[in-house]
């Protein structure tokens, strides 16, 4: 299968990373230039929207544009794909399918990780190229399937903003360490080293448990954990789930 993907931001580079590895890419974007620096960085192929309409007659697009800029996108198209994976956060699949013509369209929520080939990307849409849209997505990280745009909404605000937020725990963190007289440097190599760790401990335990074997009785956690209560913290993060969640449905 050939993969034509759409753009040239963070996000699509971070795609392509995984995606060329399996695939046959090409990038497709305005700026000529972008899309050839994607092309040497990941020896793809290279279509440019500034010419004549391209042709999508038969194939397989991955659209990763922001959203506002799908209208002016659409009209640079011409044909009926084989399919589109939109990674547009908020955009339906009924608008997609009024922009862009294709036999199968699905939503596709990844985040920067996939970079990495760790992304958590969460889908729906068109149950007839479930199977195939799952295969295309695990080449930069996990997968899940959903079924309905409400639940891949509130995935966004998860899983796509998520980054975002615990990029915000480790500065925190690294700060409170500062504060306290440790040098920013090892403050950070810390941080690092606690995130590197915990992924794999919140594989096997509910986060309820795992919490709970660190938190010893009148200890250190016990006291932080207090402070932490204190403030609101996890306050902070459901209505932060709250608003992005809003924001990503369009409210």
């Given amino acids: 299968m050939e993969i034509f993907i759409i753009g040239t931001g963070k996000m699509a580079e971070a795609m392509i990373a995984g995606l060329s590895k399996a695939y046959s890419v090409t ?21 440019s929207l500034e010419a004549s309409p391209l042709d999508i007659s038969g194939k397989d697009l991955v659209l990763a544009v922001k959203p506002y800029a799908l209208d002016e996108v659409s ?19 009924e608008h997609l399918r ?11 929520m990844p985040n920067l990780a996939a970079t990495y080939g760790k992304s958590m990307t969460t889908l729906t849409g068109d149950e007839s190229f479930k199977d195939e849209a799952l295969k295309i997505c695990s080449t930069f990280g996990k997968v899940l399937w959903l079924n309905s745009e409400t ?7 998860v899983a796509g903003s998520g980054p975002a937020f615990l990029a915000l725990v480790a500065e925190a963190l690294s700060d409170g360490a ?18 590197e760790g915990f992924s794999p401990l919140i594989e096997d335990k509910h986060p309820a448990l795992l919490k709970d074997e660190v938190m010893s009785p009148g200890g250190t956690t016990a006291a932080g954990y207090k402070a932490l209560e204190a403030n609101g913290v ?4 459901i209505e932060a789930i709250e608003k992005a969640y809003q924001r990503a449905k369009g409210s």
């Fill in 98 to 108: 009024s922009q862009i013509d294709a036999r199968h369209y699905v939503r596709a």
């Fill in 27 to 47: 990038v497709v974007g305005r700026d000529r230039s972008k899309c050839e620096a994607l092309s040497k960085r990941y020896h793809t192929q290279v279509a």
């Fill in 151 to 157: 639940e891949i909404d509130i995935a966004t605000a």
């Fill in 75 to 93: 009209t640079k198209l011409k044909g009926k794909a084989n399919s589109l994976i939109s990674v547009l956060a908020g955009t339906k699949l």
């Fill in 234 to 237: 996890r306050k902070g993060f």
């Fill in 178 to 195: 500062v504060k306290e007289g440790l040098k920013r440097e090892d403050a950070n190599l810390l941080v690092k080293g606690l995130f």
